[in-house]
């Protein structure tokens, strides 16, 4: 399940604000303070910061410095709410900006938007982002290490790695990747799924990231 942290200090906002995200299918861990934020960003993998500017013990956007920050995206809620603040949050590296008060239902269009956008998925040991890609070299960072990928290829995981944990159907896959308008009787789709777990599986027989589901589609779990 995709995690989410949230950082706000109003009670009732942010009692409200997590059931929302609960609601949408989201594990979500509520914080009030950048303090506790710090702690929680240390010790768990989130795919989605969402916080507030004004926090009692300073400035929110100082989590946009964590350590961690290319793990996750993130989304600042403020009633600081003017042109030049919003553009400043932006600035400060939010790659999303909502200003209080806010419509739930746009939140919940945003929050999605964003967790479409993410391909950040989970820090090594080393450092580095494991499934990251890289679309000037067409490189996939696995398990296995750095995987070259044709342009193909590259839309294909990237496709999915934005869908993670998300079935998704052979025919869609047809349609958005291969630019198919109509659905021809192919194995294309399987003879490439074959063809890329031997590069990004450590086990191509025994698949644990590149999965198809029989009669519903593909996923990829990171």
């Keep these: 399940m995709k995690k989410v942290l949230l950082v706000e200090d109003e009670l009732i906002l942010g009692d409200t604000l997590s059931l929302s995200l609960k609601k949408m299918g989201l594990e979500c861990d509520w914080v009030k303070s950048l303090k506790e ?8 993998n989130y795919q989605l910061l969402i916080l507030d500017r004004s926090l009692p013990d300073g400035e929110g956007t100082a989590l946009l410095q964590h350590p961690k920050r290319e793990t996750f995206m993130a989304l ?18 939010a790659d999303d900006y909502l200003p209080k008060p806010f419509s739930f239902k746009e939140l919940e269009a945003r929050v999605h938007a964003l967790m479409r956008r993410s391909t950040r998925t989970q820090l090594q040991e080393d450092g580095t982002l494991l499934w990251e890609l890289n679309e000037q070299k067409l490189t996939l960072r696995t398990e296995q290490g750095e995987v070259e990928l044709t342009p193909l290829e590259f839309k294909f995981m990237k496709y999915l790695i934005e ?7 052979k025919d869609r896959l047809l349609k958005d990747v291969w630019g198919f308008s ?21 086990d191509s027989e025994s698949p644990k990231h590149l999965l198809t589901i029989r009669g519903a589609g593909v996923k990829f779990m990171p």
Excluded: H
Aim: proline share 4%; aromatic share 6%; net charge positive.
């Design 163 to 169: 869908r993670k944990e998300t079935i998704v159907s």
């Design 37 to 44: 934020a710090r702690e929680f960003l240390k010790k768990g």
């Design 76 to 93: 600042i809620l403020s009633s600081r709410s003017s042109v030049e603040e919003r553009v400043q949050g932006l600035k400060l590296g």
């Design 182 to 202: 109509f659905l021809p009787k192919t194995r294309t789709v399987d003879y490439l799924i074959t063809q890329l777990r031997k590069r990004i599986e450590p």
